[in-house]
């Protein structure tokens, strides 16, 4: 099957960066949206940016501007850019792809196991 593994996260300043990156392994016979979600404490988890295999992008608006996601179809990775870091941009950034293992499959959904990013003075 598919697996995703997520790194890049850390703690970094208020103002900092992080480029977290997400590579997809496993039979992968095509990949079509990947995305990046994130879950703060005590909060649901949402989505902070997705990009289609045309490379269409959609940001939740408290982002647009300071991240940037894009993706390298040859190598199955997706990268979440992220600029002019604020505290609540604090959360667990989980990494995911729908995906078709082979030909004959359905696409599937598959999660990373999560990164910590943490926004902190």
């Known amino acids: 099957q598919v697996q995703l593994v997520e790194s890049g996260g850390g703690l970094v300043q208020p103002g900092g960066s992080l480029r977290l990156s997400c590579a997809a392994s496993?039979?992968?016979?095509?990949?079509?949206?990947m995305g990046w979600y994130r879950q703060a404490p005590g909060k649901q988890r949402e989505l902070v940016a997705a990009?289609?295999?045309?490379?269409?992008?959609k940001y939740v608006d408290s982002v647009k501007g300071r991240f940037t996601i894009s993706r390298d179809n040859a190598k199955n990775k997706v990268y979440l850019q992220m600029n002019r870091l604020k505290p609540e941009d604090t959360a667990v950034y989980y990494c995911?792809?729908?995906?078709?293992?082979?030909?004959?499959?359905?696409?599937?959904?598959?999660w990373g196991q999560g990164t910590q990013v943490t926004v902190s003075s």
């Open positions: 496993g039979s992968i016979f095509r990949t079509y949206v």
């Open positions: 995911k792809v729908d995906a078709r293992p082979t030909r004959w499959e359905w696409i599937n959904e598959y």
């Open positions: 990009i289609t295999s045309a490379r269409s992008t």
